[in-house]
């Protein structure tokens, strides 16, 4: 299998002056049986153009509904065809009901849900039965609840974990969650801005991320969700303090800073 990264920006997405594209939140995985995605950030826009032809059903697993992970739903184009099938998947099928009703609808959109010609499914993490792999779910630290997916093949396994913010309240329970994952994408946004200034954003800091894999026994850490406020001089100076802390690593084989594009053999 390949995990495939479509965007791994935070907040919002954006065109730098030479031309490269940064979208926000969307990684899929595609199994014999289906296309699994984590998130529908603008993304799924470029997911979309890609795998446009397929005929598998298609399960959207989404961490939460602040719009960098929602706003690629807009312009999904599988919504508006008739033979789609889509499967939505979060612990509270009612929020995701709520979601789209205002998504798709004055004043946000012309079109209202009423519009989507696809088969629309919404399930539970724990309503999901696939041959292939199993599914688990762990709750976030984030503003109005964010989700965690665990994806295991046989003994390898890959966490999606974005929009986490690591500290005392939520280590524990969230550490027996990731031990000995294979692959952990995570939320990465803050390097060297001001703690306290964001302390309770919701998002966790590079060496945060780092120590706590490490302890966790991880393998490969991804990390995502990067500030889209990061200089260029800040990215050269983070990409040296990874280079140094994998080498320095007990457990961590590498330390990858994802970017739109990435894709990883899991």
């Not at 470029?46 to 719009?67: G, N």
Request: charge should be negative; proline fraction near 3%; charged fraction near 25%.
């Amino acid at each position: 299998m390949i995990i495939k990264f479509w965007g791994v920006q935070g907040s919002y997405p954006y065109v730098s002056v030479d031309k490269k594209s940064f979208h926000t939140p969307c990684v899929s995985i595609e199994t014999e049986e289906a296309l699994i995605v984590f998130d529908g950030g603008s993304g799924l826009s470029v997911l979309d153009l890609y795998y446009k032809t397929t005929h598998k059903p298609v399960y959207l697993f989404l961490s939460h509904f602040h719009f960098d992970h929602i706003s690629g739903l807009l312009s999904f184009s599988k919504l508006f065809v008739d033979d789609a099938s889509i499967i939505l998947v979060h612990p509270n099928p009612n929020q995701v009901k709520a979601m789209l009703d205002s998504l798709f609808n004055t004043p946000f959109f012309p079109l209202s849900r009423d519009s989507l010609r696809c088969s629309i499914d919404i399930q539970t993490p724990e309503q999901l039965s696939f041959a292939s792999c199993q599914i688990e779910c762990h709750e976030l630290k984030h503003t109005g609840k964010a989700y965690a997916y665990k994806l295991s093949v046989g003994d390898k396994s890959v966490v999606y974990a974005t929009d986490n913010e690591l500290d005392r309240t939520n280590k524990s329970s969230f550490f027996e969650f990731i031990k000995k994952s294979t692959v952990l994408i995570h939320d990465a946004h803050f390097y060297k801005e001001d703690r306290d200034k964001y302390k309770g954003w919701g998002h966790s800091f590079v060496d945060d991320v780092c120590a706590f894999s490490d302890e966790a026994m991880v393998e490969q850490l991804v990390l995502f969700h990067h500030n889209p406020k990061r200089s260029v001089d800040s990215y050269r100076e983070l990409k040296k303090y990874i280079s140094k802390t994998a080498k320095s690593s007990k457990f961590l084989a590498s330390i990858e800073l994802s970017y739109d594009g990435m894709e990883i053999d899991f």
